[in-house]
């Protein structure tokens, strides 16, 4: 019941701005202010619904990825890996260890 109150609740702000565009008052500064509360007390009551829903259950289908990750076994392999040499890390020069430059005298 509280989800239809909110989605209910939802809509009728929006249906004030509907008017406010209809009549023109959205041109005047009260209207944009007008319009600006309507947008906010609408979003507190869809954000109301969303949670309701989510609670529910209804939004799983969001959460598809998390639930098949979750789901899928883990693959272990008991093969050890190839040893291979990385030709890209054997001709990199050494690094110092001494991490300060050093001044040269002249």
Do not use: C, Q
């Not at 406010?20 to 959205?26: L, P, Q, R, V």
Request: a positive charge; charged letters at 15%.
């Amino acid at each position: 019941m509280m989800l239809v109150i909110s989605i209910v609740m939802g809509i009728v702000p929006l249906l004030g701005i509907a008017w406010s565009i209809a009549t023109g008052s959205i041109e005047t500064v009260d209207g944009l202010f007008m319009s600006l509360i309507l947008l906010t007390l609408s979003a507190v009551f869809f954000l109301n619904a969303y949670w309701e829903l989510r609670d529910r259950g209804a939004l799983a289908f969001l959460h598809k990825k998390k639930i098949a990750a979750e789901a899928a076994p883990k693959a272990t392999t008991s093969v050890a890996p190839k040893a291979t040499t990385n030709v890209a890390t054997a001709k990199l020069a050494p690094v110092s260890k001494d991490a300060t430059p050093k001044e040269s005298e002249s």
